[in-house]
């Protein structure tokens, strides 16, 4: 299919930012550039910032960037850590994202760390900005202030 504006008016409504969030990944894995686009906001204001490459904005030029990436095949990804902070219509997730690699000296190990937004239209939950940049060679926990309690 070829047009993913079809492929969306025939998709279930994705009902939470973490099922969209779920649906991209699993499109990765199965190197499926329709459902990849398919949990994208129909708006040409949709913005895509993989690791070391230029912003890309619109729904044609988002596809290209993932058409790009997929044309070697699936991607294999998981996701090692998940801090969300959400409202009624706006979910925003920071990820690692562990993607493994063959390559000449054998299987390789790479940490991501991104930043999706979510939105909350009227076709359900749809992923508005995907910005992503090189992690660590290993993982690491995140850095941040301790919590305090009020009392």
């Given at each position: 299919?070829?047009?993913?504006?079809a492929l969306k008016a025939t998709q279930?409504l994705l009902t939470?930012a973490d099922?969209?969030e779920?649906?991209?990944?699993?499109?990765?894995?199965?190197g499926d550039?329709d459902?990849?686009?398919?949990?994208?906001?129909?708006d040409?204001?949709i913005?895509?910032?993989?690791?070391?490459?230029?912003r890309?904005?619109?729904?044609?030029?988002?596809?290209?960037?993932?058409?790009?990436?997929?044309?070697s095949?699936p991607v294999?990804?998981s996701?090692?850590h998940?801090?969300?902070?959400?409202?009624?219509?706006?979910?925003?997730h920071?990820?690692?994202?562990?993607?493994?690699v063959?390559?000449p000296?054998g299987l390789q190990?790479?940490f991501?760390i991104?930043t999706?937004?979510?939105?909350?239209?009227?076709?359900g939950?749809r992923?508005v900005?995907?910005?992503?940049?090189?992690?660590?060679?290993q993982?690491i926990?995140?850095i941040s202030e301790?919590?305090?309690t009020?009392?």
């Amino acid at each position: 299919m070829n047009d993913p504006r079809a492929l969306k008016a025939t998709q279930a409504l994705l009902t939470s930012a973490d099922e969209t969030e779920a649906s991209f990944y699993d499109a990765l894995r199965h190197g499926d550039l329709d459902k990849v686009m398919a949990v994208w906001a129909d708006d040409e204001e949709i913005a895509c910032v993989p690791p070391s490459a230029p912003r890309t904005v619109g729904t044609v030029a988002v596809r290209a960037a993932f058409e790009a990436l997929l044309a070697s095949g699936p991607v294999h990804i998981s996701i090692e850590h998940v801090r969300r902070m959400e409202t009624a219509v706006c979910a925003i997730h920071h990820v690692t994202e562990r993607v493994q690699v063959m390559t000449p000296e054998g299987l390789q190990t790479a940490f991501v760390i991104a930043t999706n937004v979510y939105l909350r239209t009227a076709q359900g939950w749809r992923m508005v900005a995907h910005h992503a940049s090189a992690g660590m060679p290993q993982d690491i926990p995140d850095i941040s202030e301790p919590r305090s309690t009020l009392h």
